[in-house]
């Protein structure tokens, strides 16, 4: 097994992208299209990965008044526990490194997926389409 990330190049691509994106969050935690596919979706960079050249998640990033912002990973049900969120935060942080503020707003499940890759909770839980969130920022 083989995975793989690729910057979206393509409008096909980046529909594949959207598609994990309605499966994950708005099929499976009930989020509303309208919350999810935002504005932001044509100024962000978003990744694709593969497994043995199938897609399997998603991820993008933007950036803000604060710093560059990771959003959006998501892990397609049958492509979980296979290293695909992991693949996917070590190449956006790759390309993000030379920046001086990374930061993500972490659905509370995963806040210690992320803080395995140095992010740490600042600041208090708060509601984003009725998910407690934390933001986390990269420890410099």
């Not at 083989?2 to 989020?31: D, P």
């Not at 710093?67 to 892990?75: D, I, N, T, W």
């Amino acid at each position: 097994m083989s995975i793989e990330i690729k910057q979206i190049s393509s409008k096909s691509e980046l529909e594949r992208a959207f598609a994990i994106r309605r499966q994950v969050f708005c099929i499976e935690q009930n989020v509303s299209e309208e919350i999810e596919m935002d504005e932001f979706d044509d100024v962000a960079t978003h990744i694709l990965a593969y497994i043995d050249d199938k897609v399997a998640g998603t991820a993008r990033w933007r950036f803000t008044e604060e710093g560059a912002k990771m959003e959006r990973f998501a892990v397609l049900k049958e492509a979980r526990g296979k290293g695909v969120g992991e693949e996917l935060v070590k190449y956006t942080l790759d390309k993000l490194i030379n920046n001086d503020f990374i930061y993500l707003n972490a659905q509370e499940s995963v806040i210690k997926f992320y803080e395995k890759y140095g992010f740490e909770v600042v600041g208090n839980r708060f509601y984003e389409a009725d998910i407690p969130h934390k933001k986390m920022i990269l420890k410099s």
